[in-house]
């Protein structure tokens, strides 16, 4: 009396024509970036223009970000900590306290670590340029 029979699509539909914009996309990738590093990157040449100047600096890895965005990071975690400490305050004050000291002296020590690891890059880099 009922027809139940549903359409459902194969699985195998979709996932060709996924399949083939991935490889498509991977060769893409692979060619534009050897003609970005022959042909921007590899030049040894001074560029006059700001943007294109930072935009080979950024490409080649010369500037960082990740120096900036772990000292945005470590500000942002530390507030939290410091605010999620208030939820012990009616439980335990000495966890409170705990919580709030220590919580910060580790994420203080972790985030040194990170970056005296970009400390010693850039001093070696610095170096290596007087080197030269």
Partial sequence: MYDFSYYTPTVSSGFSGSMVWTIISFILAIIGGILVYVLFLNKNEKINNKFLS??????????????TILKVTYVILAIFITLTSFNL??????????????????????????????????NTKEINKKMK
């Fill in 54 to 67: 930072w935009l080979k600096d950024f490409l080649s890895f010369k500037t960082l970000l990740l120096e």
């Fill in 89 to 122: 305050i009616g439980t335990s004050f000495v966890g409170f306290l705990l919580y709030l000291v220590l919580g910060n002296i580790i994420l203080r020590i972790a985030y040194e670590g990170s970056l005296m690891i970009i400390m010693i890059w850039k």
